[in-house]
Nanobody, 120 residues
Framework: QVQVVESGGGSVQAGGSLRLSCAVS????????VGWFRQAPGKEREAVAS???????SYATSVKGRFTASKDNAQKISYLQMNSLKVEDTGMYYC??????????????WGQGIQVTVSS
């Protein structure tokens, strides 16, 4: 049974940093892809970052230069390092493990969500 567990959220002051972790268990493959998403109250869920099979990353324009996503295929852990946090970064953050890297809904396993609150 594949499970995805997120950790590392919390509250910080603007300009501070947080690191979110996304641990995948129950999967024995050699690699996978990861997507990071967030949703602020009253807004639609948006993609924040992705890490593809070879470790290459992509970022939303709003977080480029501030967030860094990474993935350890052996440990089955993805990290989202968030620096220079802004109030508008506040929201619920989710990671999704894509076991086939094909963007198929049936192959996506979602974490439970972690709250990130940035205050001024």
């Amino acid at each position: 049974q594949v499970q995805v567990v997120e950790s590392g959220g919390g509250s910080v002051q603007a300009g501070g940093s947080l690191r979110l972790s996304c641990a995948v268990s129950g999967y024995t493959g050699s690699s996978y892809c990861v997507g990071w998403f967030r949703q602020a109250p009253g807004k639609e869920r948006e993609a924040v970052a992705s890490v593809v099979r070879d470790g290459s990353t992509s970022y939303a324009t709003s977080v480029k230069g501030r967030f860094t996503a990474s993935k350890d295929n052996a440990q089955k852990i993805s990290y989202l390092q968030m620096n220079s946090l802004k109030v508008e970064d506040t929201g619920m953050y989710y990671c999704a493990a894509d076991l086939t890297c094909r963007l198929r809904s049936s192959d996506l396993y979602w974490g439970q969500g972690i709250q990130v609150t940035v205050s001024s």
